[in-house]
């Protein structure tokens, strides 16, 4: 646990420095009274300490410590300085949840532990800031701070679809071949056109996934876009329990994908069993065209195909008719066992279950595959093709169904040594990062709050493009990733990107309603909102209809980062949203 090491010596760094701050600055707060001291005629200066510079003050009201002994100052150049403090110890939480994550995941496997518990944790860091930002102080400072929730909400969807996806575009760039990447192969520079990443169709449900998951935000605005503002904590209510039925609905989906990844996959393999079949029948010619006039399977064609596997004319195809048929179909290109293509095409032919198949059953069954091949014809191409060129089309649309399916992990799975210690170690920083997380989400609102306030910058800004980069660490190590130039890594990345952004939207949503809701605190994000929505329908639906992304795209996706800030500027202080 290399990692684990680094991680804590960076932590243990950080938490001694800001004892030695802590030290210092109680030092200098220490109060001597004039009547102990004996005058020299020369008045006393007090030399204020780093964390109380006045000079860089924009105000001269003083600050209230956090837990009444972390330090805070009144000055732009202090809250700097403890916003990187506070960040740095944010972003090493998260750093250990995510370590620990991956570790408990690569003992335990996926199931309960990938799909429930560990989206949880991912979203903890985000969490804790968010409550942080709305439980403390009475009313009216809830809702002066909350806007810092709301800062990072919309800051880490923005951030992750825009700097994090151009980023990762670029650094896994590939050269573009028949509008494919080539893996590993990086020949073209930055070629806006030529270069840029191809992903699985995985990656593309789960950009469809998080376009699912931005349903709340519109349910919790509806009031504010038809006027009903009595109904506003209403929609908060219902936008709550649909993020939570929808984060349970996402993590089972997480849970049982790996299931529903191998169903797609045999489903895959079985229509290459049926083009195997269709491409055999297009190659016997002499028997006659497939289909009839109308358009329907020509029944008298398939009579004749059945006669010419029948060999000994007995009026059955058994399991080794078929068998020894299917093994020249070259099922090895596509790596199908010539045994599993028999049971499958038993499976639909064999109505009777007598382990044979007579002329009537192979009839009804290679009609049933010709009008499933038509089906997929006119679903991909909008209209019926000719026998010949339908054959080929479904055949070419199998093979690209079985890539996509595939899992075409080239990364050995390192063995776990010693389990049950591993399982200790993760175990322990996953309880570090929450306790860190808790400990700082606070002092780290209380400090930007502080820097709005001296800057006169308002705090949602200061959130919406710092707290981001504090509270997600999976950013470096994304970017190492997708750097191998390979499909795989490229669709991992940007699967993690909308898994992020969907985990976001729902879990880290809820929170911040449900703090609302029980605050009663008043929903007034309208322009926040719509940038949410802008960047996540607009990230979402280019990778739910494609899987691959010329590198063009990522100066589209750079753009919308200050497009988004700028809207949410114009709206709020030129139109007068909030």
Known sequence: M????????????????LLLILGSSGQSS??????DLASDGVPSVRRPSFISLNRFSSSSSGCEETYGFLPCTTTVVGNIFLIVVYGYLMFLSAK?????????LQILGPGIIGGFFLPILGALPDATIILASGLSGDKETAQSQVSVGMGLLAGSNVMLLTILWGSCLIAGKCDLEYSVAVDQQDTKGFSLTGSGVSTDIWTSYAARTMVISVIPFIIVQLPLVFNATSLSRLAVLISFIISISLFVAYSLYQIFQPWIQK????????????SGFLK??????????????NGEPDKVVLQKLFKTMDQNSDGYLTMNDLRALIIGFQFEEVDIDSDEAVAQVMKDFDTSHDTQIDESEFVKGFTRWLNKAKRAAIMHQGRTLQSIRLLNDFDLETRREKELFEDKSDEAVEKVENPRSQISKSVFMLLLGTVVAAAFADPLVDTVNNFSTATSIPSFFVSFVILPFASSSEIVSTLISVNKKRLRTASLAYSEIYGSVTMSSILTLAVF??????????????????????????????ASFRTTFPLWMSLMAFL???????????????????
Request: hydrophobic share 55%; net charge positive.
């Open 263 to 274: 169903r797609k996959l045999a489903y895959a393999k079985h229509k290459h069993v049926m």
């Open 30 to 35: 220490q109060r001597v009274s004039d009547d």
């Open 2 to 17: 290399a990692i684990k090491k680094d991680v804590a010596l960076q932590l243990f760094l950080a938490l001694a420095l």
């Open 96 to 104: 250990l949840l995510s370590h620990g994550s991956e570790f408990l």
């Open 280 to 293: 055999y029948l297009r190659r016997s010619s002499s028997l006659g065209k497939l289909f009839t006039a």
């Open 513 to 542: 309603l449900g703090l609302v809701y029980i605050r009663n605190l008043t929903w007034d994000f309208s322009s926040e909102v719509l940038v949410i929505l802008i960047v996540c329908i607009v990230m979402g639906n280019i």
């Open 560 to 578: 919308l980062y200050p497009l988004s800030l700028l809207l949410v500027y114009i709206l709020n202080y030129v139109f007068g949203w909030s």
